[in-house]
């Protein structure tokens, strides 16, 4: 039997940054022609993994923790947990894979639950609780179903929904990807949903892949179609903890007694419990971990947007070393979608999902150009 709470989860396919607009729709109509493929809408949350057996249960993250050195472990944070126990404890092992989601939120605000403790964070949940999407099933009361194809594996999920029982907790239904996909697709996006994930009925589920072959599964989202002039508003404060995989080589440590940043191979000393602690490479350089980015409303008034990281460390240690300079410089970004559904009167909790830098607008762009009514009417 598979080690299901140590399996490193499969990961989606993410098309090449390098690949047009047009190039991602040609693949996708590709796609549609083979008649090989479904799809299921994507829900804005988190990822767990339900994972029970008969000595142990756990509802995992994706991430790994740093004390642990093992995936996060939520079951104590949600309210759906008992259930899913009641319907599988003591009856081998079932695994499960859904996305963790708040009804009208996005995944930064599953994550901001997620990360309280236990107490606070059922707490944060007395009016809107947490749900539970189950997009797969990996093993079923000890029949593993890792080298089931998917279109099979999903047959499980109406199964697994009816025996857990809850209000919280639901199912992801399937469609055809065939020649309505775009207009459904579109019908998605009109109703402020983030987009749809399709797979190959074939696949099989492999740890630690994307796929196991590219766009076997892949993310499918909204772009928008013109780039957007923004201003630099402030730095964002970033990570400091490593949350990499790749500890036994990794270079930038922190001495937790003196605070001092060290730059070499500690992690043996690390492994028997001394003094370092593993830093995020942008905590050692004292590089921001994004900036805000905003435009001026309606009333003059200067509002944020969202964050954009992803960037370069020759910009980040501008940032760093010479913010006065940046503060309110023009940039285009892009992104997947402008999120409208926490928007106030004034423009404010309007946002970018998933924003990337295009460019730099400093010479030829002025400020006051960059306005909330040339993003949303």
């Not at 990996?138 to 999920?157: A, G, S, V």
Request: aromatic content about 12%; hydrophobic content about 35%.
């Amino acid at each position: 039997m598979t080690n299901y709470f140590t399996a490193e989860p499969m990961k989606y396919y993410a098309p090449s940054a390098t690949m047009s607009k047009t190039e991602r729709r040609m693949r996708l109509e590709k796609m549609i022609d083979s008649g090989e493929y479904l799809f299921g809408l994507k829900t804005d949350g988190n990822w767990t993994r339900a994972v029970i057996t008969n000595d142990r249960a756990a509802l995992q993250t994706r991430g790994i923790s740093v004390k642990t050195k093992t995936y996060g472990e939520v079951q104590e944070k949600v309210m759906f947990w008992n259930d899913v126990l009641k319907a599988f404890e003591g009856k081998g092992t079932t695994v499960i894979l859904g996305e963790t989601y708040l009804d009208g939120g996005i995944d930064a605000d599953v994550g901001s639950i997620l990360r309280c403790l236990p107490a606070k964070a059922i707490t944060r949940q007395k009016d809107k609780p947490l749900k539970w999407r189950i997009f797969d099933v990996l093993c079923y009361k000890d029949e593993e179903l890792i080298n089931t194809p998917f279109e099979e594996r999903i047959k499980y999920i109406p199964k697994v929904v009816k025996e857990i029982n809850s209000p919280l907790v639901c199912g992801v239904s399937y469609y055809e990807m065939d020649e309505t996909f775009f207009d459904k697709m579109g019908d998605i996006f009109a109703a402020g949903g983030e987009g749809a994930v399709c797979y190959k009925k074939s696949a099989l589920y492999e740890f630690g892949k994307r796929g196991p072959h590219a766009w076997d599964s892949v993310k499918v989202k909204q772009e928008i179609s013109t780039d957007l002039d923004v201003l630099i508003l402030s730095t964002v404060e970033c990570e400091k903890n490593y949350n990499g995989g790749d500890l036994p080589h990794w270079q930038f440590w922190e001495n937790i007694r003196s605070g001092e940043k060290v730059c070499g191979d500690y992690f043996g000393e690390y492994q028997l419990g001394g003094a370092y602690i593993p830093v995020s490479k942008n905590y050692y350089y004292n590089w921001p971990g994004a900036i805000m980015v905003g435009v001026y409303n309606n009333s003059g008034k200067l509002i944020p947007l969202c964050k954009v990281a992803g960037l370069t460390e020759t910009f980040k240690s501008e940032l760093r070393d010479n913010f006065d300079e940046w503060y309110l410089c023009p940039i285009s970004i892009s992104g997947m979608m402008v999120s409208t559904a926490n928007a106030a009167a004034d423009g404010t909790g309007i946002s970018i999902r998933h924003p990337i830098i295009k460019s730099i607008r400093r010479e030829d762009i002025d400020p006051k150009d960059c306005l909330l009514s040339k993003i949303v009417d």
